[in-house]
């Protein structure tokens, strides 16, 4: 892989955002490729670097009701050595479609040779072993995981904490190109290489989003509410820097990775806002406007990457009822940030109010449920737990798992 390095950095805090980077080559050639250094304004990554990445990465599947044949293809898309977690909601009523991705799955490891893990969010096992561990916040009435892709992906990120897994991306379940997914997951690993901190994320900015338009494919660049999130993300920067920025063009990235040292120290909030509220709270943990809960990790810095695929982005689209919602739930999780300042809170409650998000006689907007960092969790509680199920088992045998992860 040949890309550049970000042209430009923001510092905020102890947070450097980059700016998009550009991808020149997906593939830079067998020989080419040294460390990247900072001299050279453009990089290509060398391969072995790229797979002693995937290696220590997990690739999390968030899936609920999607095609199996769209399944098939994303796992298709995924670098042999990562390891696969697939963290499904998909009804068992009236027809069991968890097994039969459960069935999908086993196939295709036995077909590439390789151990995945797969995990039901209502899997009470699972709901027991948070319950156990105190981390309570996630169950609902029923004592079961809430529903939600947010729900799923920290299910995802605790069963690659104790997989001993150092990255962790994240990928739909739902994209159509296989290439895509693949390139992304490339992407993450360039974006770990040339990152210099333990506590780094990479976000995918999509380079378009084909389209039908008067019988013809339109590439959109950016789509509305990715606007909309973008610009408000902005300017909570800008209010606190004093000049205004650009710098957030990943605001509702789905497609993103994160060192697992990172990923276990930043709170999560429910559903779609997750994405947005990563950058959120990133802000509020070490921009340096609050005092840090976590000092020493404040000491380093936290570097955030965007890199631009360059395969188009085509996935199942989603109603209007979808749409709102992804733009409702961003606007929610900036409106109650302790950062967010009154000037921002207004402009945002007069955009609910225009789009009825929410009522005229109602005041606040709703907040989005939220997760205290993964890193709380006692992990061999947790371990014990899951002890007897398929994936627990797998989890624990380490000796059969370090050699089935092992590159081929
Ligand atoms: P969009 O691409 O952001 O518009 O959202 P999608 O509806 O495509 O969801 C993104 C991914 O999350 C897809 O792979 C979905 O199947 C998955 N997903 C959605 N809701 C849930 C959920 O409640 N639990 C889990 N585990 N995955 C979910
Ligand atoms: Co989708």
New binding site residues.
């Given amino acids: 892989m040949r890309l550049e390095l970000p042209k430009n950095v923001e510092r905020f805090g102890a947070i450097r955002f980059g700016d998009l980077q550009k991808v020149f080559e997906l593939d830079a050639g067998p020989g080419n490729g040294s460390m990247p250094s900072a001299t050279q304004a453009i990089q290509a990554i060398p391969h072995r670097e790229l797979y002693a990445i995937f290696k220590n990465m997990a690739i999390i599947?968030?899936?609920?009701?999607?095609r199996l044949k769209l399944i098939e293809g994303v796992l298709s898309g995924v670098p042999h050595p990562c390891l696969i977690i697939v963290?499904?909601?998909s009804p068992i009523l009236p027809i069991d479609r968890f097994s039969m991705e459960q069935d999908a799955l086993n196939d295709f490891c036995n077909f590439v040779g390789k151990s995945a893990l797969i995990v039901h969010?209502k899997d009470p096992n699972i709901a027991r072993a948070f319950e156990k561990a105190g981390y309570t916040g996630i169950l609902d009435e029923q004592g079961l995981v809430y529903?939600?892709?947010a729900?799923?992906?920290l299910?995802?990120t605790m069963l690659a904490r104790l997989a001993g897994k150092k990255y962790i991306g994240f990928?739909?379940?739902?994209?159509y190109f296989p290439g895509a997914v693949e390139e992304y997951i490339r992407e993450y690993a360039a974006g770990f290489i040339i990152s210099q901190s333990k506590y780094s994320m990479v976000r995918i900015a999509w380079h378009s989003k084909p389209k039908i338009a008067e019988s013809k494919l339109f590439f959109r660049k950016w789509g509305r509410t990715t606007s909309n999130t973008n610009q408000l993300l902005n300017k909570l920067i800008a209010h606190y820097t004093g000049y205004e920025t650009e710098i957030i063009k990943t605001g509702?990235a789905?497609e993103h990775a994160l060192t697992a040292d990172l990923a276990l120290n930043i709170d999560y909030s429910a559903?779609?806002s997750i994405e947005p509220y990563h950058i959120v709270n990133i802000l509020e943990k070490f921009g340096g406007i609050l005092e840090s809960p976590l000092p020493d990790i404040m000491m380093k810095s936290i570097e955030i990457y965007q890199i631009e695929s360059r395969n188009p982005h085509l996935?199942?689209a989603?109603d209007q009822t979808?749409?709102d919602e992804?733009r409702r739930e961003a606007m929610q999780v900036i409106y109650h940030s302790p950062i967010c300042p009154d000037s921002i809170k207004r402009e945002i409650k007069t955009d609910a109010l225009k789009r009825g998000f929410i009522g005229t006689n109602k005041i606040e907007l709703d907040r989005c449920r939220n997760f205290p960092a993964l890193s709380s969790i006692d992990t061999e509680i947790f371990l014990q737990e899951i002890a007897s199920t398929p994936y627990g088992r797998l989890l624990a045998d380490r000796s059969v798992t370090r050699q089935e992860w092992r590159i081929v």
Wanted: no cysteine; net charge negative.
């Fill in positions: 599947i968030p899936v609920r009701s999607e963290v499904s909601n969010q529903d939600g892709k729900e799923g992906m299910i995802g990928v739909d379940a739902d994209n509702n789905g559903g779609y996935h199942e989603g979808h749409i992804m």
